[in-house]
């Protein structure tokens, strides 16, 4: 047997070098498929839905009928700012957790932002610009001002729509979690009543004691 060295390779060198350029050449395929635009790449199940024409609307906002033009999925509170133009309803969080878009329908208050605007159909929905009393403040509108009631005056709007329907609840005698006893017909204007029913409307400048007392004094007014 010859002790030269052989010229060919082994059968396991053979083998690395295959799987060398398996691997490469799958490498170049993954990137190469990476540099294709989105439409190409995407299979056409994964293109977006054709948009739902817009429909015919009337909404019933602030006592005046306004008929709009929107898609089945649009939201109250877009439908307030981008088609009826009452941009006074403030977009927060867009998820229902901050309070800032909160407007009364049928008198009870509402996340506009978690609501279609074509559930509310027939309803009568106020809005920030619906509580002034003509050309004068409303009474709680007054009362924020007196007792310096906000800083930034984003959430405002939404604190105010959310403190006349807490308002009207505890005079309706509407329990809350921290009511003390639910028997009750008349409950009071207490600082944990009118906390807990504010309790979804946030303030990031902290003003929460003056909003309390602005609320305690226009119900006692």
Same mark, same amino acid.
């Given at each position: ?5 052989? +010229?060919?390779?082994?059968?396991? +060198? ?5 799987? /060398? ?30 948009? @739902? ?24 509170? +877009? ?15 867009? /998820? %229902? ?9 049928? %008198? ?23 509580? $002034? ?9 007054? &009362? !924020?001002? #007196?007792?310096? &009631? !906000? ?11 959310? &403190? @006349?329907?807490?308002?009207? #609840?505890?005079? &309706? ?15 009071? !204007?207490?600082?944990? #009543?009118?906390? #807990? ?11 929460? =004691? =003056?909003?309390? $007392? ?8």
């Amino acid at each position: 047997m010859s002790d030269q060295p052989s +010229d060919h390779p082994s059968s396991t +060198d053979a083998d690395v070098d295959s799987a /060398r350029r398996g691997f490469m050449q799958s490498t170049l395929l993954v990137i190469g498929a990476t540099q294709l635009p989105a439409h190409a790449a995407a299979p056409p199940a994964a293109t977006a839905a054709a948009a @739902v024409p817009p429909r015919p609307l009337t909404l019933n906002i602030n006592g005046k009928d306004h008929t709009l033009s929107l898609e089945p999925r649009v939201t109250l509170l +877009d439908a307030l700012r981008e088609s009826a133009g009452l941009t006074g309803t403030k977009k927060g969080c867009d /998820r %229902g957790q901050c309070g800032a878009c909160t407007v009364l329908v049928d %008198g009870r208050r509402i996340n506009a932002c978690l609501t279609l605007a074509i559930m509310h159909r027939g309803a009568k929905i106020t809005t920030i610009e619906g509580i $002034a009393q003509g050309d004068d403040l409303a009474p709680i509108q007054a &009362a !924020f001002m #007196e007792h310096d &009631a !906000f800083q930034c005056g984003y959430c405002t709007p939404g604190q105010i729509c959310s &403190a @006349v329907a807490c308002i009207d #609840e505890i005079r &309706a005698g509407t329990a809350s979690a921290v009511t003390p006893d639910v028997r009750e017909q008349k409950i009071s !204007f207490t600082d944990p #009543e009118i906390r #807990e029913r504010m309790s979804g409307n946030l303030c990031r400048c902290g003003a929460y =004691n =003056n909003i309390v $007392a602005a609320i305690r004094t226009t119900a006692n007014a």
